[in-house]
Nanobody, 115 residues
Framework: VQLVESGGGLVQPGGSLRLSCAAS????????MTWHRQAPGKERERVAA????????VYADSVKGRFTISRDNAMNTVYLQMNSLKPEDTAVYYC?????????WGQGTQVTVSS
């Protein structure tokens, strides 16, 4: 099983980034997918989730209206479009696959929002 995140980097406040997470080794379309983040000295928090079909999404209040989660089951990939980025969005972002108590995690990608 592998979850490989990409797309992180350094961006100025107000900018945008699109994270991708490529999955392999399991039946992607059977799993809900989430994005979490962890800033230095803080607990990991879930920022967005999407159902296995993509028909349902949930967002943390802190990112609602700015971030969009989506998935392409044909490509075994989940995305996180991040707009209007703020310094407080700086964190390592992780994708996560979850189904009936089974979870898989990626290695994370760093997002830094700074001028």
């Amino acid at each position: 099983v592998q979850l490989v995140e990409s797309g992180g980097g350094l961006v100025q406040p107000g900018g945008s980034l699109r994270l991708s997470c490529a999955a392999s080794g399991f039946t992607f379309s059977n799993y809900a997918m989430t994005w979490h983040r962890q800033a230095p000295g803080k607990e990991r928090e879930r920022v967005a989730a999407i159902s296995n079909t993509g028909g349902s999404t949930v967002y943390a209040d802190s990112v609602k209206g700015r971030f969009t989660i989506s998935r392409d089951n044909a490509m075994n990939t989940v995305y996180l479009q991040m707009n209007s980025l703020k310094p407080e969005d700086t964190a390592v972002y992780y994708c996560n696959a979850i189904r009936s108590g089974t979870q898989y995690w990626g290695q994370g990608t760093q997002v830094t929002v700074s001028s």
